[in-house]
């Protein structure tokens, strides 16, 4: 066990006590001014070997791995009460923030809502250029006006945009090379995740499961924005096999016949079944690649209209880097009623099989509250993990009067990515408990309105809360569980030192031992910190860094700020 100095939490630093220390040694905010120094080249290789970059944070997610591990522990168990703020930003727009800053060569990179970029001095926060995109007439998007961040490669960043273009950008000026429509936002398709850029590909997939869109994961060529390659997440035969049980083995209670009956008077529903990609796929160049998740079928609550397993909604799914063809699916639940779609990024790294030998593994957090572990080769279950949050009347149907069923549409887990160690065989994760009832109503097709089928609402006096868990994914046993007082939203950072960080939408943001869970420092930003943190190294002194922001999927005080921390001389 590793041994700790650290006997007590660092005092919590009010955000409003700090907005007073202007101009002095402790932090800086930073509103305006612009800089230009000389930004180098980012190459595949360097994107290649980010997760062993102990200077830069290169992808939204850590590496092609999508670990979230950091190697750099000048940060660490013994001396992270000593963290204090570097620097402040503040950006224009006082909204939601999900963004995940990436960092190179000392330049930091974030967005805000409504497409904004800055690029910014990540050694005293001040900017060097703002981009903001001039939006179309038509958004029509999902849960806030969200960006969760950008992708370099070269010289120029990328970015998804609600009305559903692919931005590139000069990382110099920020000035705009090109953009592509990628679908139609009349039709309910937006673009709140980051881009992922491997090999001259920029890879993006699609909002819009609660507007009747075909989901997609798409490729485009980094130069000129031509497209390479698509690949639709809702198969043109959805029907599968007509599964009865989910992937823990429970029966979904299914009516197959009246499923089938369906089946033979409205033909395959794929053209409107929805499956967004939400979040970045994971990136294995060795075997030429890509793994990403697939959400709910549309509309969410009314399976009526919809008959069939509906693949490839919820669930892992497998395609060849170089063409987007199909190579291996999982399916989480099929047929599903409950929106619990698949959303938080996969993660690659090594996995005990159960017969005790080492595999190549995948790793998907899902709003079941479960951590579920693949084979790689062939997208099989090797495991899930015990349930992070409370279940209870798995899998009652949706009703008129409205069906109480947990974890509720919010999940477990929702799009917030996680971390691990490998070194303890430990993945993180965050949590919503936010009990609902599940209101069936069935509506036809709207063409890019709203299309859930029905509700789902938060019971009324029923407590919600949050936790950080700690799996070991070699056995699926929980090794540490940390409850918070609110839902969690937003990410979670392990590092080299021992740690990982995420926020509240209370306005914490927290370091626990990675190894016991035990808190050992927060921090008041004052507005929910529901982004997933970054770390980065500038001229030997390690930072973290966090966007403090809110969320509006669920409601959390909304601010502005990016804040670095370093620790104190």
């Known amino acids: 066990m590793r041994k700790k100095s650290v006997t007590g939490l660092a005092t919590s630093v009010a955000f409003a006590a700090l907005l007073s220390f202007t101009g002095s040694a402790v932090a800086e905010e930073v509103s305006g001014g612009t800089t230009y120094g000389d930004m180098s080249l980012v190459t595949q290789d360097m994107l290649t070997r980010a997760g062993g970059d102990g200077n830069n944070f290169l992808h939204t997610n850590g590496n092609y791995a999508q670990t979230r591990y950091y190697p750099a522990r000048q940060i660490n168990t013994s001396n992270v009460n000593k963290l204090r703020p570097a620097w402040i930003f503040q950006t224009e727009v006082v909204e939601t923030m999900e963004t995940t800053p990436i960092v190179v060569n000392g330049v930091m990179y974030v967005t805000t809502a409504f497409n904004h970029v800055y690029a910014l001095d990540a050694k005293t926060g001040k900017q060097i ?99 390479l390659w698509t690949f639709h997440s809702t198969a043109e035969n959805s029907v599968g096999v007509w599964a009865t049980h989910d992937a823990t083995g429970r029966d979904m209670l299914r009516d197959i016949e009246a499923e089938k009956a369906a089946l033979a008077k409205l033909g395959d529903p794929y053209k409107t079944l929805g499956g967004g990609v939400w979040q970045n796929p994971a990136v294995d160049l060795d075997k030429n690649r890509i793994y990403f998740v697939a959400g709910n079928p549309s509309p969410d609550l009314d399976g009526s209209l919809r008959p069939g397993d509906n693949l490839y909604t919820n669930s892992l799914i497998s395609v060849d880097l170089e063409t987007g063809k199909y190579i291996c699916h999982f399916q989480y639940i099929a047929h599903d009623v409950w929106d619990l779609d698949a959303v938080s990024p996969p993660i690659l790294t090594k996995v005990k099989d159960n017969d005790g030998n080492t595999v190549d593994g995948v790793l998907h957090a899902g709003k079941t509250g479960h951590v579920y572990v693949h084979k790689a080769d062939d997208c099989s279950l090797i495991r899930y993990s015990e349930a992070m949050v409370p279940q209870e009347n798995m899998w009652v149907l949706p009703t008129k009067e409205g069906a109480r069923m947990l974890p509720g ?51 009324p006096g029923e407590q919600q809360w949050g936790n950080v868990t700690a799996v070991d994914y070699h056995t699926g046993k929980i090794r540490w569980k940390v409850k918070t007082e609110q839902p969690m939203i ?14 509240e939408g209370n306005g914490q943001f927290k370091a626990y031992d990675s190894e016991t869970g035990s808190e050992l420092w927060r921090f008041q930003a004052g507005a929910g910190v529901n982004a997933p943190p970054s770390s980065y190294t500038v001229d030997g002194k390690q930072y973290i860094v966090v966007a403090a922001g809110g969320n509006t999927q669920l409601n959390y005080k909304r601010g502005n700020n990016i804040i670095a921390f370093t620790l104190a001389d």
């Open 490 to 503: 937003g990410g979670i950072l392990a590092t080299a030192g021992g740690l990982v960080f995420t926020g």
């Open 409 to 459: 549409a919010n999940g477990g887990v929702e799009w917030s990515p996680m971390a691990i160690d490998a070194s303890l065989g430990l993945t993180y994760a965050i949590n919503l408990h936010q009990p609902m009832t599940y209101h069936v109503e069935s509506t036809p097709y709207p063409e890019g309105k709203l299309w859930l089928g029905g509700a789902f609402k938060v019971i």
């Open 129 to 227: 250029w703002h981009f903001k995109h001039k939006m179309g007439p038509i958004t029509t998007y999902c849960c806030g006006p969200n960006n969760r961040g950008v992708a370099i490669y070269g010289d120029r960043i990328f970015m998804g945009t609600l009305d559903a273009k692919l931005l590139a950008l000069d990382t110099k000026t920020g000035k705009l090379l090109w953009e592509k429509q990628i679908a139609n936002p009349e039709l309910g398709y937006s673009e709140t995740m980051a881009p992922s850029v491997v090999n001259g590909k920029v890879l993006i997939g699609t909002n819009g499961g609660e507007y009747g869109v075909r989901g997609f994961v798409k490729a485009f060529d980094w130069k000129s924005g031509d497209l």
